[in-house]
T-cell receptor
Framework: AQRVTQPEKLLSVFKGAPVELKCNYSYSGSPELFWYVQYSRQRLQLLLRHISRESIKGFTADLNKGETSFHLKKPFAQEEDSAMYYCALNLVGFQKLVFGTGTRLLVSP | DAGVTQSPTHLIKTRGQHVTLRCSPISGHKSVSWYQQVLGQGPQFIFQYYEKEERGRGNFPDRFSARQFPNYSSELNVNALLLGDSALYLC??????????????FGPGTRLTVL
C-alpha cells in the first residue's frame, strides 16, 4: 500500500542549528514527492517539489529512490521556520495525494 | 483573488444528520480536491474533481459524496454523520489535475464537529 512516514512528531532545535525532517515513502510506481508547510494560523502551502530541485527559504530535499526517502534539510534554522511540515506523495494516475502525519518544527532563540 | 474559499468556517452537527460543505476555487482553476484532516493527522484524500467529473476517490464510505458545478465550485456532502467524521475538511484547487506541474492551493478549511 502507498504510505508516507514521518517518524518525528516534534523536532526542536536552536536557531542556527541544522535541521533534517525525515520522510520515507512506500510506492511501487514512479513517485512525485512534495513538502508542504503550515505556519501558525495560515493555510497549508507548498514548500518544495522533488522535480524542481531548488532551494526554497533555504530548504532543500533530495529524492533517494534507493532508500525511498525525501528528507527536508536546512543548514541553519531560523525562528520563522517554526511550523508544521508535511511530506506528501502524489499517486500519478490515481489523482490522489497521500500525506504523512506531519512533523512540528520548533526553532528556539 | 482571495484564494480558495470555503464555507462555513465552523459547523456543529449531531450524529445522523447530513452536512454540505462548499468550496470556491481560485479563478481559472478547474480542479478541486477534498481532504479530511483529523486532529493530529495529516490530510487524507477524499475526492478529486476536474472539469466537473470525478477523477479520483479515496477510501471513504459512500456516505461521502461530492460534485463540481459548471463554475468549478464544489460541494462535499456527508450523510448519516458519525462522531468520527469530526475533522477539518480542506479543499484545494489547481489549474489542472494535480501533479508536480500543477500546484494545489489549499483553502482555510471547514471545522466540523459532530456531537
Amino acid at each position: 500500500a502507498q504510505r508516507v512516514t514521518q517518524p518525528e512528531k516534534l523536532l526542536s532545535v536552536f536557531k542556527g542549528a541544522p535541521v533534517e525532517l525525515k520522510c520515507n515513502y512506500s510506492y511501487s510506481g514512479s513517485p512525485e514527492l512534495f513538502w508542504y508547510v503550515q505556519y501558525s494560523r495560515q493555510r497549508l502551502q507548498l514548500l518544495l517539489r522533488h522535480i524542481s530541485r531548488e532551494s526554497i527559504k533555504g530548504f532543500t530535499a533530495d529524492l533517494n529512490k534507493g532508500e525511498t526517502s525525501f528528507h527536508l534539510k536546512k543548514p541553519f534554522a531560523q525562528e520563522e521556520d517554526s511550523a508544521m511540515y508535511y511530506c506528501a506523495l502524489n499517486l500519478v494516475g490515481f489523482q490522489k495525494l497521500v500525506f504523512g502525519t506531519g512533523t512540528r518544527l520548533l526553532v528556539s532563540p | 483573488d482571495a484564494g480558495v474559499t470555503q464555507s462555513p468556517t465552523h459547523l456543529i452537527k449531531t450524529r445522523g444528520q447530513h452536512v454540505t460543505l462548499r468550496c470556491s476555487p481560485i479563478s481559472g482553476h478547474k480542479s478541486v480536491s477534498w481532504y479530511q484532516q483529523v486532529l493530529g493527522q495529516g490530510p487524507q484524500f477524499i475526492f478529486q474533481y476536474y472539469e466537473k467529473e470525478e477523477r479520483g476517490r479515496g477510501n471513504f464510505p459512500d456516505r461521502f459524496s461530492a460534485r463540481q458545478f459548471p463554475n468549478y465550485s464544489s460541494e462535499l456532502n456527508v450523510n448519516a454523520l458519525l462522531l468520527g467524521d469530526s475533522a477539518l475538511y480542506l479543499c484545494a484547487s489547481s489549474f489542472s489535475i494535480p501533479s508536480s506541474y500543477n500546484e494545489q492551493f489549499f483553502g482555510p478549511g471547514t471545522r466540523l464537529t459532530v456531537l
